[in-house]
């Protein structure tokens, strides 16, 4: 069977490639989950559980380091990069790299049993988690020395935003002071499975908890009071997709509706019916809300649109030539929305799509070696992606094709 590839690659703005690595796989199945991540001039790349520290202007590789099974996460500061490895196990470890020679500082064993749910970098360089011992804590990036640990329950894991670190358990959340630990506000008749997302400024509480008697509303909190600052209840589930400066976008999968919403008030600005990507991100500027639609049995072509960010009239609308694959985002870079989307016959390239934000007119196409199951980052100038092999797959040569 042939080998499986993975691929590193810098696209400059106006869709040439400035360059292409490849990065070393292990295994047949194991592919990275995780998008680039960007430190000063450096960008981290983690593949079958090797982290890989390339040089932002060239792609030559400075340093990789493997220290597990499989990374689950990626955080820098101030020099250092502290690496998560084999989180669901009783081996997870907690690692600080040295970012120029990836030389290790410090090893943080964490909890039995590994960690739940996501992690939560602090604005001073803290990271929070909460163990399979239920308790909340904050590891220090620098050092990997533990600030504060705190009983919370097990949950999906905590959030982080505005200095405070926030868990939720039982029906009720906790704000503690991401410093030391103390406990900020409690708020009660959260739902028993909260999910926590920070956006806006806010603390968005939805449910993870779907059926008969689960709530159904989406609540926004002050992270800084624990106050509860709005409602917004569709009478069904609701999936937060993101915000920018016109408003909060979010979707209900039941019924097919997307909504923005006043992130001050709670107050839906315009709602439209259709069907919204599976965990895609949308890219809201101040004048206009871009979106991949699309992809279910009822409305089965995949498509970018652009909608008046107003009144949620459609602007533009392109479609597709295949939906995208994993948590892909509409970026933002310059005059253009761009795009990653997936091959339309298997084995085939991955195209990165550019439309010009304004008329949705097709700008340029590069062409991915193989499938992009991560989503791409913008870097000055350009976008970073990394594509890899799903399984024994047969790679094809990355090549940038000018837009009819």
Do not use: K
């Not at 308790?135 to 050092?143: E, K, S, Y």
């Amino acid at each position: 069977m042939p080998a499986r590839h993975a691929w590193a690659t810098e696209i400059s703005t106006d869709g040439h490639v400035r360059w292409q690595v490849r990065l070393p796989t292990f295994g047949s199945n194991s592919v990275s989950q995780l998008p680039p991540v960007v430190t000063g001039g450096l960008a981290l790349f983690a593949q079958d559980g090797v982290v890989h520290m390339l040089r932002l202007a060239d792609g030559h590789e400075l340093w990789s380091w493997a220290g597990g099974q499989t990374v689950y996460g990626m955080w820098p500061w101030r020099g250092t990069v502290a690496v998560l490895t084999d989180q669901v196990s009783t081996h997870a470890r907690l690692t600080g790299l040295d970012a120029a020679t990836g030389r290790v500082r410090w090893t943080v064993r964490l909890p039995a049993q590994g960690l739940y749910g996501d992690l939560a970098p602090t604005a001073d360089g803290g990271l929070a988690m909460i163990g399979g011992n239920g308790r909340v804590q904050v590891a220090d990036l620098g050092t990997g020395r533990v600030r504060w640990a705190q009983p919370a329950g097990r949950s999906r894991g905590p959030a982080a935003i505005g200095g405070t670190v926030i868990a939720g358990a039982g029906g009720r959340l906790t704000g503690y002071d991401d410093r030391n630990g103390r406990v900020r506000w409690t708020l009660s008749g959260a739902p028993s499975d909260p999910v926590l997302q920070g956006a806006a400024g806010l603390m968005l509480v939805t449910s993870g908890a779907e059926g008969p008697g689960e709530p159904t509303a989406l609540t926004a909190v002050s992270p800084a009071t624990g106050r509860v600052a709005w409602r917004f209840d569709a009478g069904t589930p609701v999936t937060v997709l993101g915000a920018g400066r016109a408003g909060l976008a979010v979707t209900t999968y039941a019924d097919r509706r997307l909504y923005l919403i006043d992130p001050a008030t709670g107050r839906v600005r315009w709602h439209a019916t259709t069907f919204i990507a599976q965990d895609s991100g949308p890219l809201v500027t101040a004048t206009d809300v871009y979106l991949l639609e699309g992809g279910a049995t009822d409305y089965p072509a995949p498509r970018i649109t652009d909608r008046v960010a107003a009144n949620g009239a459609l602007r533009w609308v392109r479609t597709l030539a295949a939906q995208p694959f994993g948590p892909q985002p509409v970026l933002g870079i310059g005059i253009r929305a761009i795009v990653q989307t997936s091959s339309d016959r298997p084995g085939g390239t991955a195209p990165l799509l550019a439309f010009h934000a304004g008329s949705g007119q097709p700008d340029w196409r590069v062409d991915l070696p193989t499938l992009v199951q991560v989503p791409p980052v913008a870097v000055p100038g350009g976008v970073l992606v990394q594509a890899a092999d799903p399984g024994y797959a047969c790679p094809a040569a990355g090549v940038a094709v000018p837009a009819a």
